[in-house]
């Protein structure tokens, strides 16, 4: 006969998302009794599709605790009951988020900033809280004074310049580092670079930003690539993340810590689209054409979507932290070619998402 799970120790919000399903693999295959949030509408059949997705991957699902959240209103909305459920987590997972290029900005500040400040209160209040972990962007968190809230005029003009989903991102950012410093709730930001497969099998679930670019590649829809020759868009696999993330309160002590998540390894985007290309039997771009006239250029002939274009930058980024964690964890990136490799394959087995149910 079976019994009821044990009562979890950590709350993944956004279980069923790309990153939570990972993360939530991780934390089951460690022995961590894990609680799975669900919205309402949506619970019975999410925690369907979740249990076999685990099971599917070798997973036990018994220390698997699901329940309703709905991260639009105070207290999660959660039920009494499956708020007493949760009564002895200690970790909190807020991989909540609404990931779209295109988002109006009302739906993408409710879910991105309003969203994640209703996680943090609810965090607020755990009895045994040891950390509450909030998953951002790599190209957001770098202000080392953040203010919350902007002044009308300063969001206007962020959510004009970068689009509703980097935009809410970031200030989803700034508010939960201020609000967390307020409360007294101890905080990690993991800001992950662009997430793909996993090492091994390639596997990913995820087919927006970067994916879509290998879309154009392996279509034939990709004569000239945007950007220079030092443009750099790092990438991070599934499986290393989901570690890390997991690993973060068990290292992370104090009240506030921040890690950007990336493979310093990762090829300029020029190397790394010619990796692919050669790998896929496909053409290689011919060229290289600079953002500022792919932005003048309509839509409908360059196939980019304008918010991605903030993405292609020769930027590069600190990871000290993020790398000093991983090195306690005993973690290490796996070879980032054969992980694009190998997710490269997979993407065009899934038909980019086409025979893959979302």
Same mark, same amino acid.
């Given at each position: ?101 295109? &988002?109006?900005?009302?739906?993408? !500040?409710? =879910?991105?900033?309003?969203? +994640?400040? *209703?996680? %943090?209160?609810? @965090? ?120 890390? &993330?997991?690993?973060?309160?068990? !290292?992370? =002590?104090?009240?506030?810590? +921040?890690? *950007?998540? %990336?493979?310093? @390894? ?93």
């Amino acid at each position: 006969m079976s019994t009821a799970p044990t009562p979890p120790t950590t709350l993944v919000l956004g279980a069923t998302g790309f990153l939570g399903r990972w993360l939530v693999l991780e934390l089951l295959d460690r022995g961590e009794p894990t609680a799975a949030a669900f919205r309402p509408d949506t619970g019975t059949s999410r925690d369907r599709e979740l249990r076999t997705w685990l099971r599917t991957h070798g997973v036990d699902d018994h220390q698997l605790t699901t329940v309703a959240a709905d991260l639009t209103r105070p207290g999660l909305g959660l039920t009494p009951e499956d708020d007493a459920r949760l009564a002895e987590v200690r970790d909190v997972h807020n991989l909540a988020a609404v990931f779209r290029f295109g &988002l109006d900005r009302a739906t993408a !500040h409710a =879910a991105n900033v309003d969203g +994640a400040l *209703t996680a %943090l209160h609810w @965090a607020a209040g755990r009895p045994h809280l040891r950390r509450l972990v909030h998953a951002s962007g790599y190209r957001v968190g770098r202000d080392t004074a953040p203010r919350h809230p902007l002044p009308p005029a300063e969001a206007d003009t962020l959510y004009a310049r970068l689009g509703a989903y980097e935009a809410s991102k970031q200030l989803g950012d700034a508010a939960v580092r201020v609000t967390a410093g307020r409360l007294g709730v101890p905080l990690t930001t993991v800001n992950p670079s662009s997430v793909i497969g996993h090492s091994i099998t390639g596997e990913s679930g995820q087919y927006l930003g970067l994916a879509g670019l290998v879309r154009q590649l392996w279509s034939g829809r990709l004569p000239l690539l945007p950007g220079t020759a030092r443009t750099f868009l790092p990438v991070v696999a599934i499986d290393h993340l989901a570690r890390f &993330l997991a690993a973060v309160p068990e !290292h992370d =002590a104090g009240p506030a810590h +921040a890690h *950007t998540v %990336l493979d310093p @390894a990762t090829p300029p985007l020029p190397e790394m689209i010619t990796l692919l290309a050669e790998h896929l039997g496909v053409r290689a771009p011919r060229g290289r054409v600079p953002v500022g006239i792919v932005r003048r250029l309509p839509r409908a002939l360059t196939g980019a979507d304008p918010e991605t274009l903030t993405f292609l930058s020769e930027d590069r980024y600190d990871t000290t932290s993020a790398d000093h964690l991983a090195q306690a964890a005993g973690l290490h990136h796996p070879p980032v070619a054969d992980v694009l490799r190998r997710w490269a394959t997979r993407l065009v087995a899934d038909d980019f998402g086409a025979a893959t149910p979302s």
